[in-house]
């Protein structure tokens, strides 16, 4: 018998979603509470600014560069004691930094771009988007937690970036990912897919839902799609994952089987739930839909899993 543990292809499907490209070391192990001190005094630190959901982009040779040097982030109002450190690289250590100035005061050679169009418009390299993906969702969960959720008290930044002090109680409380099922239920012949209110126009997608506390992956896709569609799920196949800033999530990508066929969605939850055969979804990936339906974009997970059963004929 063949040794069928492994039997995968080397480079698993995730690394094929956006945000999924960092190559940062993190180092997780050798985080003082000096590392941001200490990497910021370094001549080849590297910084990405960000304000409101948006990361500065300098206008470079026709590009967008999304690195900074210490002196360069000056004149866009960072606070460095704020920064957080994601690792470190071949050229040095990297930083994710809240900026202050407002998009409308920034030079001519400066955008403050969301990060959605940064990974949708593929403005920067997967490296660089995996590392906005890790910056934004620390810098959501500290701007969101900077008191102590035990006594109140105002908690204070440790570890480059990676826990939280309560210097009245004692309390220690570190950066949360929220889990995400995402799910494409589907047989041979067709796949369900939704499509939310807040859509784009003509867009229908996988459906999901958050991981619920003492929840399984499983357990979470079959209730999702219950819940949503009135669909009963059998098996379970995991497909892939996702790193999501918005604010600090993960997607967690499933295929599910169907045991049944009659579709009762929850329109509080969506606009419209439907069964697509195979010849109708290509058409939607390819952007060739004669009513002008499509899928999402190619970064987005749930591209990769429509994607993945399209082609698995």
């Not at 590392?35 to 470079?60: D, I, N, P, T």
């Not at 949708?120 to 660089?128: H, K, P, R, T, W």
């Amino acid at each position: 018998m063949s040794f069928r543990l492994f039997d995968a292809p080397l480079r698993e499907p995730s690394q094929f979603v956006g945000f999924a490209g960092n190559r940062i070391d993190r180092q997780s192990e050798n985080r003082a509470d000096d590392a941001v001190e200490k990497a910021l005094a370094e001549q080849s630190a590297r910084l990405m600014l960000m304000h409101g959901g948006r990361l500065y982009l300098k206008l470079e040779d026709g590009g967008f560069d999304p690195w900074f040097k210490v002196a360069e982030s000056q004149p866009f109002d960072v606070s460095l004691d704020r920064g957080v450190l994601l690792g470190f690289s071949e050229g040095g250590p990297v930083l994710a930094v809240p900026a202050g100035i407002e998009p409308e005061n920034l030079p001519e050679m400066v955008k403050a771009i969301d990060y959605r169009s940064v990974y949708m418009q593929g403005l920067i390299d997967e490296a660089a988007a995996g590392a906005l993906a890790q910056g934004a969702a620390l810098l959501a969960w500290h701007a969101s937690h900077a008191f102590c959720s035990k006594c109140g008290s105002p908690s204070e930044m440790r570890a480059g970036g990676y826990r939280r002090h309560c210097p009245a109680c004692g309390t220690e409380h570190f950066p949360r990912t929220d889990p995400v099922a995402i799910m494409l239920t589907a047989t041979r012949e067709k796949c369900l897919l939704g499509r939310g209110r807040h859509f784009a126009p003509g867009m229908y997608s996988a459906l999901a839902g958050f991981i619920e506390p003492g929840e399984t992956i499983e357990a979470a896709v079959r209730r999702e799609t219950l819940e949503e569609a009135g669909i009963r799920l059998g098996r379970v196949v995991y497909h892939a994952s996702q790193p999501w800033p918005f604010p600090y999530s993960l997607m967690i990508g499933c295929f599910g089987e169907p045991l049944n066929e009659d579709i009762q969605a929850d329109l509080n939850e969506l606009e419209d739930c439907r069964w697509f055969f195979r010849d109708e979804v290509r058409s939607m990936l390819e952007r060739m839909h004669p009513g002008n339906l499509i899928t999402p974009p190619k970064g987005a997970i749930a591209h990769h899993l429509i994607r993945a059963w399209v082609d698995s004929e």
